[in-house]
């Protein structure tokens, strides 16, 4: 079964910089695109960064250009996302996901999800 485990959320003050971690398991890495999406409550979840397997670069939201960057290692079988600069708005849950379908970074591309980890930025 494929299986992911976010980690490396907390509280941050503006500013300030967090890595999160999505440990993986269950599936070829290499061959399944990854992802990283965040939800607030009442809102949709929506895409952060995605690395596809493809060819290309990698996908940011224009809200993070520049600030957030998404990384994996292959051997160990997790992927990253090294946040900077961090705004009260990038407050939200933060999710990773993965799938075998390379399709883009859309929330409904990617069918296997972990569960979430909460970044908090505070003022």
């Known amino acids: 079964d494929v299986q992911l485990q976010a980690s490396g959320g907390g509280l941050v003050q503006s500013g300030g910089s967090l890595r999160l971690s999505c440990a993986t398991s269950?599936?070829?890495?290499?061959?399944?695109?990854l992802g990283w999406f965040r939800q607030v409550p009442g809102k949709e979840r929506e895409a952060v960064s995605c690395l596809g397997r493809s060819g290309g670069k990698a996908y940011y939201a224009d809200s993070v250009k520049g600030r957030f960057t998404i990384s994996e290692d292959r051997t160990k079988k997790v992927m990253y996302l090294q946040m900077n600069s961090l705004k009260p708005e990038d407050t939200a849950v933060y999710y990773c996901?993965?799938?075998?379908?390379?399709?883009?970074?859309?929330?409904?591309?990617?069918?296997?999800w972990g569960r979430g980890t909460l970044v908090t930025v505070s003022s």
């Open positions: 269950g599936f070829t890495f290499d061959e399944y695109a």
């Open positions: 996901a993965t799938d075998l379908r390379n399709y883009g970074c859309y929330v409904t591309w990617f069918g296997n």
